[in-house]
């Protein structure tokens, strides 16, 4: 079953606004990490936030974590058109820290 | 220099054909990783190898088969393709594991399309 599901699915906003997405998994966790897919591309490493954080800052995206609702919520301050892309939580759990990747929020940033 | 590199980039082939497709990277990781994006999005792990042993292997049909030549290839050997087969297949690297989760980095990917 899929680890981590992303809401909302899709979101369009404009520029200079923020975006915020949400991620729930079910089972516990050793860290969450967020990825960014530009369309046709591969994945890019965006933040790692540790089972035992509960926020994280890198740039202009803020990470919370909150492991008693099993969920997460990436935030992105005064958007860019270059921000459009899909943006996946990934989970790791277990010895060999088996990544899991959720379903993804399609973000469109307006000019 | 591209960090994590996949041939071919697009693949478009007949049912029941033998394909595969070759992963590299030239980050020094220990690990590496192949993923199955199907048309919806959705990112599923397929294998990992680390310092070329296997270390998860999904439920992947045994029509696919994961082979480690060294730390920096990963390639992914496809028997008896089949329409449902159709979909991106991305390549991964990171560190090691070592009891932490690093970040991975992506190939490009690779288009497959079974017709």
């Known amino acids: 079953s899929q680890q981590g599901e992303e809401d909302p699915q899709a979101l369009s906003i404009q520029e200079g606004e923020n975006a915020t997405m949400n991620c729930s998994y079910k089972?516990?966790?050793?860290?969450l990490q967020w990825y960014r897919q530009n369309s046709g591309r591969g994945l890019v490493h965006l933040i790692l936030i540790r089972s035992n954080e509960r926020e994280k800052h890198s740039g202009r995206l803020r990470v919370t974590l909150d492991t008693s609702k099993k969920s997460s919520s990436l935030l992105i301050t005064a958007s860019r058109a270059a921000d459009t892309a899909s943006y996946f939580c990934?989970?790791?759990?277990?010895?060999?820290?088996?990544?899991?990747f959720g379903t993804g929020t399609k973000l469109q940033v307006i000019p | 220099d591209t960090a994590v590199s996949q041939t071919p980039k697009y693949l478009v082939t007949q049912m029941g054909n033998d394909k595969s497709i070759k992963c590299e990277q030239n980050?020094?990781?220990?690990?590496m990783y192949w993923y199955k994006q199907d048309s919806k999005k959705f990112l599923k792990i397929m294998f990992s190898?680390?310092?070329?042993?296997?270390?998860i292997n999904e439920t992947v049909p045994n029509r696919f088969s994961p082979k480690s030549p060294d730390k920096a290839h990963l390639n992914l050997h496809i028997n008896s393709l089949e329409l449902g087969d159709s979909a991106v297949y991305f390549c991964a690297s990171s560190q090691g594991l070592g009891g932490r989760t690093y970040e991975q980095y992506f190939g490009p990917g690779t288009r497959l399309t079974v017709t």
């Open positions: 990934a989970t790791s759990t277990g010895g060999y820290q088996k990544v899991t």
């Open positions: 980050l020094g990781h220990d690990t």
């Open positions: 190898y680390n310092n070329k042993e296997l270390i």
């Open positions: 089972t516990s966790i050793n860290n």
